[in-house]
Each structure stands twice: as structure tokens, then as C-alpha cells.
């Protein structure tokens, strides 16, 4: 079957739009020509958009959408298709992060973490699969990350519920092969984002309490993952161009990492004999956590 990519004012609607990646993928396809439904669950936090739109001279459409409700998202995709006369991509970016020890997490903190990452990805597909089906071309992208094939601790949720849309979108992109739409995934390592790192961090309820057991090696753990993503050297565009990408190449690769370090971690666990990987990589954080800090003995 030929694949037909996108182009120039095909309609995208791309999930959490607000800030941090989605804003950034969102701006970065209406420059390319895409006419952008930048989604959000709450449209008056529309204003970092905005300005970003008016920075470049470009315009998106900004709609309220909730993942995980599902009236909120048929209404969106609706709105979509009505103003557009159909929809051509998909990129499901909607996610929140929560971080902390596993016994630390309460049940209800790691619901919602699937109910957005998960089942929110889910029910926005789900809105727009007739559409594509019935037009015999469009492209799905899931914004996944690194962590669904590398975990990290303090982040068993997370990572969970990304490697649980990975299994998703690959059976998904066996299905609608039949039917002419693509599903790529994009899976960024550590990208310098404040989406995260900031006001949304994500920090689960017990372990901010010091008298959980956790507590002393999940603070530890937070520094030295906020001085790696100080460091890190990918922006929210290099996710944007591999979105970019995905929507608009002859044929798409099913994944699509971001950022050297994981291609090559990735890589390295790929062809190190038997567990030599999780070893290695086991000692080296133990070393981190253990290590003393500036000034302590």
C-alpha cells in the first residue's frame, strides 16, 4: 500500500498543547504548514502558546480537550473535522509525570498517571480512527519516552505507563497498516523542558514525607536528576522536528528516538551479553546516590 504523508494544511491535532513539548511540537508544525489544533485541558493557560505563535507570525487553533473524559475529547475531535472537513494527524502528547519511591505511590497518584498517559492516548485515538479509516490515510504519533525501554527508579509509574502505550501503539500500527494510516512513536531521553521540572514535576504524596523510608535517597535522587537535565543537551524542538517527521516522511520508521546519549544507551543494552547492562548501570547509580555531597564528610 502506498503511504501518503502529510502536507501543507492537513489539519493535526496535537494533545497538551499548553506548554513544554506539545506547545513546542505545536508551533513547530504550524510553521511547516499544518493547520494545528493545539489541545489543552484548561484554555486559559493558552497564553505561553500564544505568545510563541505570535513570535514566529504563525496561527494554531486552540480547542479544550481533556483525555480522560471522554465527552471532552469526541467534542474536540468533532470541532476538528467540522471546521477542517476531516483530520490527517494525531499526535498524542498529553502526559503527566509523577515521581517517588513505588511504596511511596498512592493507588489513586498512579490511576491518574494511567488514565492520562494511557487511556487518555487510547480514547483520542479511538475519536479519530474513523476519520482516518474512512479518508485511507493519516498518522498517529505517540509522544512515548526512553523510559518504556530503560527505567529509571522514582519513576515506576511513569515509566509503566509508557512502556504500556508502546505495547499499544505497536499493535495499533500492525492494524491500521490495512487501512493506510501509520503510528510512529517518538521517545525523547532527558529533554531541558520545565514541563517536568518545574510547576509540573509530578512529586507523589508520601514521598514528600520525611518520614517515609524512601525519603533521603528519593531527595538524593532529585538532585542528581535535575543536574542531568540542566544538562541535558535536547530541546523540546528535537522532539518537535522528530514529530515533524513522522507526520510527513514517505514511510515511518515505528520508532523514532531523540537524543544521542539514549540512542546509545539503547544500543549498548542491545549488545552487551546477558544482564552486563543492568550491572553496570546498577553500580553507577549506586555510586551516584552513595556518593557524599560538597561539604559532607
Keep these: ?26 508551533v513547530h508544525l504550524a510553521r511547516h504548514g499544518f493547520r494545528v489544533f493545539a489541545s489543552m485541558r484548561d484554555p486559559s493557560r493558552r497564553a505561553a502558546l500564544d505568545a510563541e505563535c505570535a513570535r514566529h507570525g504563525v496561527p494554531v487553533e486552540v480547542l479544550a480537550l481533556d483525555v480522560t473524559d471522554s465527552a471532552s475529547v469526541h467534542a474536540a475531535v468533532s470541532t476538528v473535522v467540522a471546521r477542517a472537513g476531516g483530520i490527517f494527524g494525531l499526535v498524542n502528547n498529553a502526559g503527566v509525570q509523577l515521581r517517588g519511591y513505588f511504596e511511596d505511590l498512592g493507588a489513586d497518584e498512579i490511576e491518574r498517571v494511567f488514565d492520562t498517559n494511557v487511556f487518555g492516548a487510547m480514547a483520542a485515538t479511538r475519536a479519530v480512527l474513523p476519520h482516518l479509516r474512512a479518508a485511507g490515510r493519516g498518522r498517529i504519533v505517540m509522544v512515548a519516552s526512553m523510559g518504556a525501554r530503560m527505567a529509571a527508579p522514582a519513576c515506576s509509574a511513569y515509566c509503566a505507563s509508557k512502556a504500556a502505550l508502546e505495547g499499544f501503539s505497536e499493535s495499533l500500527a500492525l492494524e491500521m497498516k490495512l487501512f493506510g494510516v501509520d503510528v510512529a512513536m517518538v521517545e525523547p531521553g532527558l529533554v531541558n523542558t520545565e514541563r517536568f521540572w518545574a510547576a509540573n514535576r509530578g512529586v507523589a504524596r508520601g514521598a514528600s514525607n520525611p518520614a517515609s523510608p524512601y525519603y533521603r535517597w528519593f531527595r538524593r535522587l532529585e538532585e542528581l536528576s535535575d543536574g542531568q537535565v540542566d544538562a541535558a543537551p535536547n530541546r ?31 544500543r549498548l543494552r542491545a549488545y552487551l551479553p546477558g544482564e552486563s547492562f543492568e550491572r553496570i548501570a546498577t553500580a553507577a547509580l549506586l555510586r551516584r546516590l552513595t556518593r557524599p555531597r560538597a561539604g559532607e564528610a
Design 1 to 26: 500500500m502506498t503511504e501518503r504523508p502529510g502536507t501543507g494544511r492537513d489539519a493535526v491535532l496535537v494533545t497538551g498543547a499548553s506548554s513544554g513539548l506539545g506547545l513546542e511540537t505545536a
Design 236 to 266: 523540546p524542538a528535537d522532539v518537535a522536528r522528530a514529530v515533524h517527521r513522522a507526520l510527513t516522511v514517505r514511510r515511518p520508521r515505528l520508532r523514532y528516538v531523540v537524543g544521542r546519549r539514549a540512542r546509545l544507551l539503547i
